[in-house]
């Protein structure tokens, strides 16, 4: 992140958006030692107007929202987005141009309407996604004497969401069969090439 390029209000608003993060309990993630999942409904995550000033038309998500999204997104080892539109112009250039290669993008299509979801993953988890995910569609399951209109506002118009990673010990594995530490900084550091 070259947040030297940014105009200084969007470096402004991050500085206040980390004070919020921090604020909120949200705890630091720390390999091998927690896995912060997140959810987040973004409001029609679709076009994006590729300049850090306002667009007097439309779309109004621009480069100084991107910055912010990307700012919130870091702080989880895996995110899902929801309201992912048809249209992934903003969602693509928020992994290019602000996470970066080290984040991982997996969109799913759209379960009804014009809207999707899409999950992040930072690398630094050892995680794989398996290929499988999907939602609970709890339509006409619950409160079947109401109609939907009326159930979302007991329950939700949104569905939620479930992906299956997998987690990769494979070095823990190798490290207990040479029989090494394999919590140690380098466990294979005295094994010859």
Not at 77 to 101: C, N, S, W
Not at 110 to 117: E, L, S
Not at 165 to 189: C, E, G, K, V
Request: aromatic residues 10%; proline residues 6%; contains cysteine.
């Amino acid at each position: 992140m070259d947040y030297a390029s940014y105009p200084a209000e969007t470096v402004q608003d991050i500085v206040r958006l980390r004070r919020r993060i921090a604020a909120s309990g949200l705890p630091p993630r720390s390999t091998d030692h927690n896995l912060i999942v997140g959810t987040w409904n973004v409001r029609a995550f679709g076009r994006l107007y590729p300049h850090w000033d306002e667009n007097p038309d439309s779309p109004k998500r621009n480069l100084r929202g991107l910055a912010c999204i990307a700012e919130v997104v870091r702080h989880f080892d895996v995110i899902a987005i929801q309201e992912v539109l048809r249209d992934t112009e903003a969602i693509r250039a928020l992994v290019a141009e602000f996470l970066g290669p080290s984040w991982r993008l997996i969109l799913s299509d759209a379960t009804a309407g014009d809207a999707g979801n899409a999950w992040f993953m930072g690398d630094h988890m050892s995680l794989q996604f398996s290929g499988s995910a999907g939602t609970v569609d709890f339509a006409g399951a619950v409160f079947q004497h109401l109609g939907q209109q009326a159930m979302t506002y007991r329950v939700s118009d949104h569905f939620p969401l479930w992906a299956e990673f997998l987690i990769d010990h494979s070095d823990q594995h190798m490290a207990r069969t040479l029989n090494l530490d394999p919590y140690a900084p380098d466990p294979f550091a005295g094994v010859p090439d």
